[in-house]
């Protein structure tokens, strides 16, 4: 028996949206950033004082067990196996990554990018072009005097130099750029996350 014979509606939004959407990871993702849009509107994002203890103790040290957590923070493994999960599907826990030196890497240059734009209108289209530069590691859209702040790791100059010659002002919409090189990093940390 063929699922559209059991389910004849559901079978129809489903090719509907299949249809549009390049696979079905997006139209999941789809469905969760909508849910969780939802639940932001209405005001029902309900964390509690474990939900940030959690959120805490993972941005501190992902690679912590749960067990070891849970000894932490008073309650079962299972409880904070539970939590997360539904920190995952919330979207608010986007995953873990691993905390590289990579200055021992050989990345010896952090510069960050003032981008001026032609026109505002252009910048979507200028965020796909950059997103194609795997040195730029973060972008942000600002206000004041750049319309986008990137910052970019290379391992030398002339590997910045590269970037900013032959690709960033390449890009159609760039009017203009100005890079400050970052001579030392004095501290990165992570936002406190609080239950207020």
Do not use: W
């Amino acid at each position: 028996m063929q699922y559209y014979n059991i389910f004849p509606f559901h079978y129809k939004i489903f090719k509907y949206y299949f249809k549009y959407l390049e696979n079905i990871h997006i139209f999941v993702e789809y469905v969760r950033k909508f849910k969780i849009e939802e639940l932001k509107m209405a005001g029902k994002l309900n964390l509690d004082k474990l939900d940030h203890e959690i959120i805490y103790e993972m941005m501190e040290t992902a690679e912590i067990s749960y067990a070891d957590l849970g000894k932490k923070l008073f309650v079962s493994g299972g409880t904070i196996h539970v939590r997360i999960k539904k920190l995952q599907e919330m979207g608010i826990v986007k995953g873990t990554r691993l905390n590289v030196d990579l200055k021992a890497l050989g990345y010896d240059v952090i510069a960050f990018i003032g981008i001026y734009l032609e026109k505002s209108s252009l910048y979507d289209d200028v965020v796909k072009e950059l997103k194609n530069i795997p040195e730029i590691v973060r972008l942000n859209y600002t206000t004041g005097n750049y319309s986008m702040f990137a910052e970019i790791i290379c391992k030398d100059i002339t590997q910045l130099r590269s970037v900013l010659h032959d690709e960033l002002q390449k890009i159609k919409g760039i009017e203009r750029t100005e890079t400050f090189i970052s001579l030392e990093e004095s501290f990165s940390r992570n936002v406190v996350v609080t239950n207020n």
